[in-house]
């Protein structure tokens, strides 16, 4: 069931995020729950549901123990909270990487079970032949460059990438590759700013940079991490609000007005019917 009337939904699609290249800047940040997702609909154009939700919501270490199972119960939960923007959902690590089908297999359970439309996968030139042959068979793919956190057990850390020139030579390579087989965009994630206005000048499909430029088509951020609700973040991270604080105060408040017993006050119980009924005739 969705917390949404049917009747109102009409959301991007795929080809609408394709079409936005070089004009309005994209606006995209992840959600994993639908209540968010409700709140963060009327902003943005895409949500993602990411693999992060393993660091923000169980405490992972890294996105490498997420489950397909996790992401599609967080995929179903946004869309049943959402409208209008195109919601992503991640492949998680070893769900995919192995052969072109492996990722059409799951990236069909993942468009079934939870109605996305769209998945995303990490990597570049060696990830091409996968990208081609899910959208050659109906799933559009969003693909991802630069640091691709999946893989920190190989790069031995999240630092960001292409801070020497001569290392943009791959990366520029992984766009192009994912871009000519057919994805819809790509996010670029921790790099140096100029290969970011390299790339998204050179590539036919639009970018969206996180820790990238403010030159790429569009931009994405974890919502927790905006919110100021994420033990640490990365420098390429704004915080837009110190939720964590007031998370912090109402529960210090709450927690002082059960021990002195201010809480529940006369609004916040039941009275007997009838002693509510004379109370609102003598008034
Ligand atoms: O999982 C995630 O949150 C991502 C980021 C790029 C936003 O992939």
């Not at 960001?160 to 520029?172: D, F, H, Q, T």
């Not at 994630?189 to 499909?205: C, D, F, G, N, R």
């Not at 609700?229 to 002082?256: C, H, T, W």
């Amino acid at each position: 069931m969705s917390i949404q009337n049917a009747a109102d939904i009409r959301r991007n699609t795929a080809p609408d995020i394709r079409a936005r290249k070089g004009r309005e800047p994209i606006v995209s940040l992840t959600a994993y729950h639908a209540h968010t997702a409700r709140w963060l609909d009327a902003h943005v154009d895409l949500l993602l549901v990411g693999d992060s939700l393993g660091m923000v919501m169980h405490g992972f270490e890294s996105t490498v123990p997420v489950t397909l199972d996790m992401m599609i119960l967080q995929g179903h939960a946004v869309m049943r909270g959402s409208k209008k923007a195109l919601v992503v959902v991640d492949l998680p690590f070893g769900t995919y990487e192995a052969s072109p089908e492996q990722a059409f297999h799951t990236a069909a359970r993942v468009l079934k079970e939870t109605g996305c439309g769209a998945v995303k996968m990490e990597g570049g030139v060696r990830m091409a032949e996968h990208v081609r042959f899910l959208t050659e068979r109906g799933v559009p793919v969003m693909g991802h460059v630069g640091l691709t956190p999946q893989s920190i057990n190989t790069l031995g850390s999240f630092r960001a990438r292409g801070r020497e020139e001569s290392e943009w030579g791959p990366i520029l390579d992984d766009a192009k590759a994912i871009a000519d087989a057919g994805a819809f965009s790509i996010v670029l994630e921790a790099m140096a700013e100029p290969l970011a206005v390299k790339i998204t000048k050179e590539v036919s499909v639009p970018t969206i940079g996180i820790g990238a430029s403010s030159a790429c088509d569009g931009q994405i951020l974890v919502l927790e991490d905006l919110l100021g609700l994420s033990p640490r973040v990365p420098k390429f991270v704004k915080q837009y609000a110190d939720m964590g604080r007031l998370i912090e105060e109402a529960v210090s408040n709450y927690a002082n007005e059960v021990r002195d017993r201010s809480f529940p006050s006369a609004e916040h119980v039941y009275a007997l019917k009838n002693k509510a009924k004379q109370d609102a005739g003598s008034k």
